[in-house]
């Protein structure tokens, strides 16, 4: 992942179990679909510990399985201070995670840390763990996804 010529990408939600993996396999989709999985790597965590080794919630496997993207064999991980040396973007899902992630930086500035829709005009992704609305995070990460993705491509050394 030190490949200078790669931008790694993190998201991060409270669990890892439904907002950020949703994002890091939307992202994928969209990544590989531009043709730059060579240069773009993503991954997700999350900020508690608490369903580490757990697969993705069966709802956001399901929304993504509408729209033909597999998440399969993810488990949950918490994030880790070397994630602020590895990634490149570390992009939070709420502002508890930014707050968290805020506590956690041991060296500010060495990475983005900023929220997934600040990308797309603003606010945060709703948990669909308590919302259960699990299609309107679909879309809301979708949009995010797809302005990071803008912005990185500006970035990319050709």
Do not use: W
Request: net charge negative.
């Amino acid at each position: 992942m030190t490949d200078p010529m790669t931008v790694n990408v993190l998201f991060v939600c409270f669990g890892n179990i439904c907002r950020s993996p949703l994002a890091e396999f939307v992202f994928k989709d969209m990544v590989s679909k531009r043709g730059l999985s060579h240069r773009i790597y993503a991954e997700s965590a999350g900020t508690s510990g608490f369903h580490n080794g757990d697969p993705v919630d069966r709802r956001s496997a399901e929304v993504m399985a509408k729209h033909g993207i597999s998440c399969a064999g993810k488990k949950s991980r918490q994030v880790t201070l070397k994630d602020f040396i590895d990634f490149d973007y570390i992009i939070a899902m709420d502002n508890d995670n930014m707050e968290c992630l805020a506590e956690m930086c041991p060296n500010p500035g060495s990475c983005t840390v900023k929220l997934l829709l600040d990308y797309a005009g603003g606010g945060i992704v709703d948990d669909p763990y308590f919302t259960l609305d699990f299609d309107k995070a679909y879309s809301d990460i979708e949009r995010g996804c797809r302005g990071l993705l803008e912005e990185i491509e500006k970035k990319l050394v050709r």
